[in-house]
């Protein structure tokens, strides 16, 4: 069973940065693709970025280029998501999650088959 656990929650003004990190344990894949996906209050989950196992393929949300970037250490078996710019609209739990299919970057919730328990990001304005 693969444990993910996410931290770098909390309360930033609109604007600020946080850094979201996201540490697999217990059988661990040997090799996995991460992704970021969010939940706000009355809406449904959301991708928000995704990272292949090499790191060479990444991909992102509309809402979140430019301001978002995800990046992994496999050394330490952690993905983080360094979130910048930061808007009242990202206000959401914020959820990573790991994909056996390890040379894709994918958008897709399916993929993923192991999920961590979230930690909130709220953005005041």
């Known amino acids: 069973q693969v444990q993910l656990a996410e931290s770098g929650g909390g309360l930033v003004q609109a604007g600020g940065s946080l850094r979201l990190s996201c540490a697999a344990s217990?059988?661990?894949?040997?090799?996995?693709?991460m992704g970021w996906f969010r939940q706000a209050p009355g809406k449904e989950r959301e991708f928000v970025a995704a990272?292949?196992?090499?790191?060479?393929?990444?991909d992102y949300a509309d809402a979140v280029k430019g301001r978002f970037t995800i990046s992994s250490d496999n050394a330490k078996n952690t993905v983080y998501l360094q979130m910048n710019s930061l808007k009242p609209e990202d206000t959401a739990v914020y959820y990573c999650?790991?994909?056996?299919?390890?040379?894709?970057?994918?958008?897709?919730?399916?993929?993923?088959?192991?999920w961590g328990q979230g930690t909130q990001v709220t953005v005041s304005s």
């Open positions: 217990g059988r661990t894949l040997s090799r996995r693709s």
């Open positions: 990272i292949s196992w090499a790191g060479s393929s990444t």
């Open positions: 999650a790991a994909n056996p299919r390890y040379w894709l970057a994918e958008a897709y919730e399916s993929s993923y088959g192991y």
